[in-house]
């Protein structure tokens, strides 16, 4: 089994590599620049010396000597004094006079086409300069670069001593860091573990920074509310459905027991058979509109959208309802401008109209009247659609829970055909086209539902 290795250590790892990469080329800048300074500044000092000592040159017998004065003398003595070399030759290149350790170098200090060099000794490394004294001979300046090698050294020990302390404090601190910013990661997991359906209450409640762990924590703890929130929708829904669905049943049992406790004649029998229908019709239409909310989700996701004329929804609505509106003798007005248009998947939105319609027909008395009108709000670049009945409306404390599902309002349950799946299944059609349904209604006034499209196709 491959071993895991935690993330804190990953971080950690990839923080030490990526400083000692910067330190290491911070460090060889360093020793580059600090080295090429040293360099520059002993050649100046070369060049410094060699033109004051070119001045107090002298050609005698066509030999270069040094003159003897006392400015002569002073500056000798202080460039002995500093371990300077220096020596004149012929055009032979014989040594003519000198002084300092050039007798050390002599074998070493070569003449030389190139003004510097540097040349390794028995007493170190030493910088050379050489200077053509016109036809006469030549001068050469020399200067141990010791004093650069020591700094250099020192600069490279101490390099070499605070590169590993600041690597280890790194390693601690990167570890620290990287362990402290990560806590809330470990008490999400902790948290994750732990999670059940019977434990969804529980929440992180981390007081941190508006970082990305922040954000991470504070979305986990939204979630775990959307999926409390869920759990107790699905709970509630499956109780709902088991209530729906067994009274039905129920009925179909009591007219089965009751029909078979004593013989009846055939008009009974009939009778009996016709109320067993009518429930199993009804617990058809309950087990349908389940299966419509269990699929809907994924089949929104998949919808066919595309932007059509808000009249032919209408118009298909009407086509599949008219006749329910006919038994009631409710007429049905539409107000739809020929040019407005609906962005969405029609079928899903036909039914979702088809349902605000039908519900308006449901609770609208007979002989009553049903509008449907549409409009363009540019300006906010949505459709509005708005059914407006005049039915027996809806209490204003009721209203919140008329899109729950399997509600109804309770003087109408018994009443009503329907399943009570109408309205959700409305809701979350429109909801999954980005769009709302709101509602104004009070009790006896009728009401005004509102459903609210944009222009534009937004899937989600």
């Avoid at 040094?66 to 003595?77: A, D, G, I, P, Y």
């Avoid at 979702?352 to 449901?362: E, M, Y």
């Avoid at 409009?375 to 919140?400: N, T």
């Amino acid at each position: 089994m491959k071993k895991i290795v935690p993330i804190r250590i990953k971080l950690t790892l990839w923080y030490v590599l990526f400083l000692g990469v910067i330190l290491f080329a911070f460090s060889v800048s360093i020793y580059a620049i600090l080295s090429a300074q040293l360099h520059s500044e002993a050649d100046s000092s070369l060049r410094i010396v060699s033109s004051q000592l070119l001045a107090n040159i002298e050609i005698v017998q066509d030999h270069p000597i040094f003159r003897k004065t006392v400015e002569m003398e002073s500056l000798s003595n202080r460039l002995l004094a500093e371990g300077f070399a220096v020596r004149l030759m012929d055009g032979s290149g014989s040594i003519v006079e000198g002084f300092g350790p050039f007798g050390i170098l002599k074998a070493s200090l070569e003449l030389s086409d190139r003004e510097f060099t540097t040349v390794s000794t028995s007493v170190g490394v030493w910088r050379i300069f050489t200077v053509k004294i016109g036809q006469w001979g030549w001068m050469q300046v020399g200067e141990s670069l010791s004093s650069v090698r020591i700094a250099l050294f020192r600069l490279s020990r101490l390099m070499l001593i605070l590169g590993p302390t600041i690597i280890i404090l790194a390693v601690l601190g990167g570890f620290y860091m990287a362990k402290k910013s990560l806590e809330p990661v470990e008490r999400i997991t902790l948290l994750a573990e732990e999670i059940s359906v019977e434990k969804l209450n529980k929440r992180l409640n981390l007081t941190l920074p508006n970082d990305e762990l922040g954000h991470l924590a504070s979305t986990f703890d939204g979630m775990l509310e959307r999926l409390e929130e869920s759990v107790k929708k699905q709970r509630q829904f499956t109780s709902d459905a088991a209530h729906e669905l067994r009274t039905p049943l129920t009925a179909i049992r009591s007219i089965v027991d009751v029909t078979l406790h004593r013989d009846r004649d055939s008009d009974e029998y009939v009778n009996a058979l016709v109320q067993i229908q009518n429930e199993i019709e009804r617990l058809s239409s309950i087990i349908d509109d389940l299966l419509v909310i269990t699929r809907l989700e994924n089949s929104l996701q998949k919808g066919d959208y595309k932007v059509f004329p808000a009249g032919v929804l209408i118009e298909d609505v009407l086509d599949t309802i008219a006749v329910l509106a006919k038994e009631k003798n409710i007429d049905i007005m539409t107000e739809i401008p020929s040019d407005l248009e609906i962005a969405g998947d029609r079928q899903k939105l036909s039914r979702a109209i088809f349902n605000l319609v039908d519900n308006a027909i449901k609770y609208t008395p007979e002989g009553g009247q049903i509008r449907i009108s549409g409009e363009k709000d540019q300006s906010r670049e949505e459709v509005e659609i708005l059914i407006e009945d005049s039915g027996i409306g809806i209490p204003v404390d009721e209203i919140d829970k008329i899109f729950d599902r399997f509600y109804r309002v309770d003087k109408a349950r018994s009443e009503t055909r329907g399943t009570g799946l109408g309205l959700s299944i409305a809701q979350e059609i429109v909801k999954a086209h980005n769009g709302t349904i709101t509602v104004k209604s009070s009790s006896q006034q009728g009401s005004i539902f509102r459903v609210t499209l944009p222009l534009k196709i937004r899937k989600l």
